[in-house]
């Protein structure tokens, strides 16, 4: 526990503690390459339902037999998924960088308080997490339902203000390279993984390439943190619906004959 000497003004209990700091463009662009490398493709487009994307043939000329909806905030409006749950919480942060000379100090430096609001409520967070290339993300904010993607002027001085005035030994002499805007995808009822046998669209009679559709979205701001065991889950899902998928589908063949 830090004493009250350590505490910022305005904050009445703190904690110091060892923790790791994920970059997260770094990362993404790790994940990418560990997708390439293993023979898989990237492949940009519109998809107008889960029906047509199990249409869309892989490179060898094979229809999948495993769709897996990652598409967080899309799958609100996605067809033939439609969760109406689903909504953005929006989040504004602020990169800066520090003199050389401070940076030593600033790395070793990781802070979170809650300064408005609530942790799951609307308001602002004040938070401060260095990045290993020398930057510093300042933020943030938590606005439910908020769709606006540009950043505002106003929430960027705010953002400074807060966190200069919880470090200003730090932060007083930091120059403002950008401001960034996301909208997490946050899901009423918590994150949905699930995996099922389907065939998407029963009024066409029966369809012999029925498959397993599964799903992992809704993760709000703790993607990153959550993704590995949440990915670990969704294939333990799927691999329990593999062997339901053969007998259906061997029903389905059938069927498609009559």
Same mark, same amino acid.
């Given at each position: ?16 503690? #060892? ?22 493709? /990237?492949?940009?487009? #519109?998809? +107008?339902?889960?029906k ?9 000329? $094979? ?11 899309? &799958? ?5 998924? %439609?969760?109406?749950?689903?909504? +953005?919480? $929006? =989040?504004?942060?602020?990169?800066v ?6 940076? +030593? ?21 004040? *938070? /401060?997490?260095?990045?290993d ?10 606005? %439910? ?8 002027e106003?929430? #960027?001085?705010?953002?400074?203000? $807060? ?22 995808p946050? $899901?009423?009822?918590?994150?949905? /993984?699930?995996?099922a ?10 369809? +012999?390439?029925v ?5 992992? *979205?809704?993760?709000? =701001?703790? =993607?990153?943190?959550? &993704? ?6 969704v294939? =333990? ?22």
């Amino acid at each position: 526990h830090l004493s009250q000497e350590e505490l910022p003004a305005g904050v009445e209990f703190g904690i110091a503690y #060892t923790t790791v700091s994920v970059h997260a463009p770094k990362y993404l662009a790790y994940l990418q390459e560990q997708i390439l490398s293993r023979g898989g493709t /990237i492949d940009r487009t #519109t998809v +107008p339902s889960l029906k047509a994307l199990a249409q869309i043939p892989h490179a060898d000329g $094979r229809k999948p037999d495993i769709i897996i909806n990652c598409s967080g905030l899309g &799958s609100r409006n996605l067809p033939g998924v %439609h969760d109406h749950q689903m909504f +953005p919480t $929006r =989040g504004q942060i602020v990169i800066v960088k520090v003199p050389e000379d401070v940076w +030593p100090k600033v790395k070793q430096f990781t802070m979170e308080r809650y300064a408005e609001g609530s942790a799951m409520g609307t308001g602002t967070i004040t *938070y /401060i997490i260095p990045r290993d290339n020398g930057e510093i993300v300042l933020g943030g904010t938590m606005q %439910h339902w908020n769709y606006q993607e540009q950043a505002s002027e106003e929430t #960027t001085q705010a953002i400074v203000s $807060r966190a200069l005035a919880t470090k200003p030994d730090l932060l007083s002499r930091a120059t403002i390279l950008r401001s960034c805007v996301g909208l997490r995808p946050n $899901r009423r009822g918590g994150v949905r /993984i699930s995996a099922a046998v389907e065939q998407l669209d029963w009024n066409e009679g029966w369809d +012999p390439k029925v498959v397993v559709v599964a799903h992992n *979205y809704g993760h709000a =701001g703790f =993607g990153y943190q959550a &993704s590995v065991g949440c990915a670990d889950k969704v294939v =333990g899902e799927i691999e329990a619906r593999l062997v339901e998928l053969e007998e259906v589908r061997s029903v389905a063949r059938t069927m498609s004959k009559l």
